[in-house]
């Protein structure tokens, strides 16, 4: 499900999840460089992430956010919340989400906070095990991401009417 995502005619809004300094030692002395992990979306369903390096912040940040850019998926986001619980791994990360009634608030930690706020999901339980890397949790919260099924999608391909799956 999914498809890239034009980003000129949206009104994205970034949110920094990490910076790292990280140090290149040589001859000469020590050499700093910054490392930002970024997200970015409208808070309707479209978010992405980028990885920014360079010598100072504010240029790893801005390279961070326009990495991003390009990288922008669709989420199904059904009354604020997701469509179904759902689980995802990458590297030492592991995620959980399940979707909440109205009014719960987004229960997530750090990095999974900022893309689920990014995604514009309200309600939603969400727990990171694992491996705590920013870096990695994002990743596994964009793998969980992609796995969410809209469930209009899903009766259109069972063939079944609109009506009956959200009336009952």
Not at 19 to 48: L, M, P, Q, W, Y
Not at 85 to 112: D, H, I
């Amino acid at each position: 499900m999914e498809q890239k995502i034009n980003s000129a005619d949206l009104e994205l809004k970034d949110r920094l999840v990490a910076i790292n300094r990280v140090t290149k030692v040589t001859k000469g002395g020590r050499t700093f460089s910054f490392s930002a992990i970024v997200v970015v979306g409208d808070e309707n369903g479209t978010v992405g992430y980028g990885l920014g390096k360079a010598n100072e912040v504010t240029t790893a940040i801005s390279k961070g956010v326009e990495a991003a850019k390009k990288n922008l998926i669709k989420v199904p986001v059904l009354k604020g919340t997701l469509p179904h619980e759902q689980e995802a791994k990458y590297s030492g990360a592991t995620v959980f989400m399940r979707p909440a009634s109205s009014g719960t608030g987004l229960v997530a930690g750090g990095a999974m906070r900022a893309v689920l706020e990014s995604a514009g999901i309200k309600d939603v339980l969400a727990k990171s095990k694992g491996s705590s890397n920013p870096h990695n949790l994002v990743k596994a919260t964009f793998a969980a991401l992609k796995l969410l099924r809209d469930p209009r999608m899903i009766a259109q391909q069972r063939g079944i009417s609109l009506d009956k799956v959200f009336n009952g």
